[in-house]
């Protein structure tokens, strides 16, 4: 299969590393110097390619989403911060009639903990005892805070009943690839649940499965809800 990266920096050279184990072959790569003004992504220049993966920015995302789907390519979208533009970006893929798989992270351990998260929410959710906090860390050059994947905990915390306040925080520094902290603290005892990312592969991992899934199928996807049909 050919695969179009959109947004060519750490995490798209990496996935460009890992396609060719998940049967990719790298066919297009695209950036700020050869993708501007969006004039890489017409029918023309996309002919042939059976997926993309987009890892640019937020500000940028759904313009290269929206013009992927009308080019008929199928994208996985990875890039946070532009979430409150969902609804848009949801009609241009369905009027396209085309697909899309997003997620504010692509690593199946942290939906695995995501699901652990939403459980120990549940649970506590009428102990009025236990307040909240969520926690995270990224790397310096990461431009969002609190990152989507942080807020995304919050938000699951929030739909698992546990309706009290969750004092949320994040800390930039280095190149930590990512850890995310979800507790629970009472006069009792305290509750610490934790993800740490080793590498940013994980995530690579990740969205080539998922580009993988998505060629060929039509409709907006959460990457939780397709996980259990990955292969």
Excluded: C
């Amino acid at each position: 299969m050919n695969l179009a990266i959109v947004g060519y920096g750490k995490m798209g050279r990496l996935i460009e590393a890992l396609a060719p184990g998940y049967g990719f072959e790298v066919k297009l790569r695209l950036n700020r110097a050869n993708n501007a003004a969006y004039e890489a992504l017409t029918k023309d220049k996309l002919a042939g390619i059976d997926a993309a993966v987009e890892f640019s920015n937020a500000q940028a995302a759904p313009e290269n989403i929206a013009r992927l789907a009308r080019a008929g390519v199928a994208t996985v979208a990875g890039t946070t911060g532009w979430f409150d533009r969902l609804p848009s970006v949801r009609g241009a893929v369905e009027g396209a009639g085309s697909g899309l798989v997003w997620s504010p992270n692509f690593s199946v351990g942290v939906q695995v903990f995501a699901q652990i998260v939403s459980e120990a929410a549940r649970l506590l959710a009428n102990e009025a005892d236990y307040g909240a906090w969520a926690w995270e860390i990224h790397h310096a050059a990461k431009k969002d805070a609190p990152s989507g994947t942080l807020l995304a905990l919050a938000a699951r915390m929030k739909a698992s009943g546990y309706e009290r306040a969750i004092d949320t925080s994040s800390s930039r520094a280095g190149s930590h690839p990512g850890t995310h902290e979800i507790g629970f603290d009472s006069p009792a005892d305290t509750i610490t649940l934790r993800h740490v990312a080793r590498s940013r592969e994980g995530f690579a991992r990740g969205a080539l499965r998922a580009a993988r899934w998505v060629g060929g199928k039509k409709g907006v996807f959460d990457f939780r809800e397709i996980i259990g049909e990955l292969d």
